[in-house]
Nanobody, 126 residues
Framework: QVQVVESGGALVQTGGSLRLSCTVS????????MGWFRQAPGKEREGVSC????????YYADSVKGRFTISRDDAKNSLYLQMNNLKPEDTAMYYC???????????????????WGQGTQVTVSS
């Protein structure tokens, strides 16, 4: 059974930092391309950042470039999202996503990733 589990969401003030973590079980982590998506109330899901399985290909949404950093630790079967200089517009549910190699079209789009976690809430107060 595949499980994708996020953690690290919290309430922070504008300008603060958070580090989200994601672990995957039931799949071979080194064979996975990974990513982070978010969804705010009343808005569509947005690709925040995506990372290829060897860390070669990275994508960041324009709204987070220079503030967020995606990384992975294959030894720990974990994906991370370091978020700095948080803004109220970053408030959303954040989801960790995964797709096995060979099945990713290199787009950081919801339809590209079949495996999703339950999400972790990030709230940035002004």
């Amino acid at each position: 059974q595949v499980q994708v589990v996020e953690s690290g969401g919290a309430l922070v003030q504008t300008g603060g930092s958070l580090r989200l973590s994601c672990t995957v079980s039931g799949l071979t982590f080194t064979e996975l391309h990974m990513g982070w998506f978010r969804q705010a109330p009343g808005k569509e899901r947005e690709g925040v950042s995506c990372l290829s399985r060897k860390g070669v290909t990275e994508y960041y949404a324009d709204s987070v470039k220079g503030r967020f950093t995606i990384s992975r630790d294959d030894a720990k079967n974990s994906l991370y999202l370091q978020m700095n200089n948080l803004k109220p517009e970053d408030t959303a549910m954040y989801y960790c996503v995964a797709v096995p190699r060979g099945n990713w079209g290199r787009a950081c789009a919801p339809g590209e990733f079949p495996y999703w976690g339950q999400g972790t809430q990030v709230t940035v107060s002004s």
